[in-house]
């Protein structure tokens, strides 16, 4: 517009000289040159002018059609949640779900990704209860940031690592979460050596340092090789000093599994260290196919 010659944003006439007004919204200057009269002014701001609905201040339609999607400019990312329908405000990747709703999502997606039979395990079918409920306790007060789960097969020992795992994502408490077997990430390291192998080394165990949650089952059939044990002992290294949640699943006891290393590593100094950090920073967490062996082992009469 010219500063001679403007034209009303209310009536269109043109005109020379302006009152100036301030908008009665936020970060609102004044605005001499669009309106030629006190009284157009007014009529604009009560024509255009409304609350949003989500933080109660002033906002204005510039569209002058309706009162737009009821939000002022800082309300826009406010959104409907496509789960419950609540309005929240959208941040990072989460752009569909409140947060109530995020850890349902995530916990749904995670699920789907277990496999066979561990897919349809129940709480209540798990064979030592009493496992279950101190991996729990150990979830929720997360005094220390690894649990040692050790035991016979057919304790249950996977499946109540999975559903701690599945509660904490529906609690928000984690940032993904990753199920991985001992030979899985022996075979990972190895595939990643090799010429023109299955990706990039550094970027995969990059991931594994930083996934929410992880587990590590059937860690006693870790091949000890040099270079996969030293990754090994750098990923517990990274997790445990850095307080992630970290899940150790092994069918030997820990003193037997340390004593199978010591008698296949390379490097003892290793294995002793990787045992110093375990008992320092990890809840040992026994499991028993039944009630009679776990009170025989902890020295009470069933």
Not at 140 to 149: D, I, M, R, T
Not at 229 to 239: A, G, N
């Amino acid at each position: 517009m010219s500063a001679e010659r403007n034209k009303c944003f209310q009536c269109c006439a043109y005109f020379h000289r302006a009152t100036a007004h301030t908008f009665p919204i936020k970060n609102a200057g004044p605005c001499a040159s669009w309106f030629c009269s006190d009284a157009c002014f007014v009529a604009y701001v009560a024509e255009n002018v409304f609350v949003c609905r989500i933080c109660q201040g002033n906002y204005l339609n510039v569209a002058r059609t309706g009162k737009g999607d009821g939000k002022c400019s800082d309300c826009k990312n406010v959104l409907p949640c496509v789960t419950c329908g609540m309005e929240f405000r959208k941040e990072g990747t989460w752009k569909h779900e409140c947060w109530k709703c995020r850890g349902k999502v995530a916990a749904n997606k995670f699920w789907c990704g277990v496999r066979g039979v561990y897919h349809e395990t129940i709480a209540a079918k798990i064979p030592d209860q009493v496992g279950l409920a101190q991996l729990r306790q150990w979830a929720e007060e997360a005094e220390q940031p690894g649990a040692l789960v050790t035991g016979e097969t057919r304790c249950g020992k996977t499946r109540s690592t999975l559903l701690v795992m599945r509660q904490r994502i529906l609690d928000g408490n984690e940032d993904g979460a990753l199920w991985l077997r001992g030979p899985e990430f022996a075979n990972g390291v190895v595939d990643r050596c090799k010429p023109g192998g299955t990706g990039d080394l550094s970027e995969w165990l990059e991931e594994l340092r930083a996934v929410g949650f992880l587990f590590l089952d059937e860690i006693d059939k870790l091949k000890p090789s040099e270079k996969v044990f030293s990754e090994f002992f750098d990923l517990l290294e990274y997790r445990l000093c850095d307080s992630n949640p970290t899940v150790l699943c092994t069918n030997a006891s820990h003193h037997e599994w340390q004593k199978a290393l010591l008698k296949k590593a390379e490097n003892r100094d290793t294995v002793k260290a990787l045992f110093g950090r375990i008992y320092e920073f990890c809840l040992p967490v026994p499991f028993f196919r039944t009630p009679e062996l776990r009170a025989t082992a902890e020295g009470v009469a069933p």
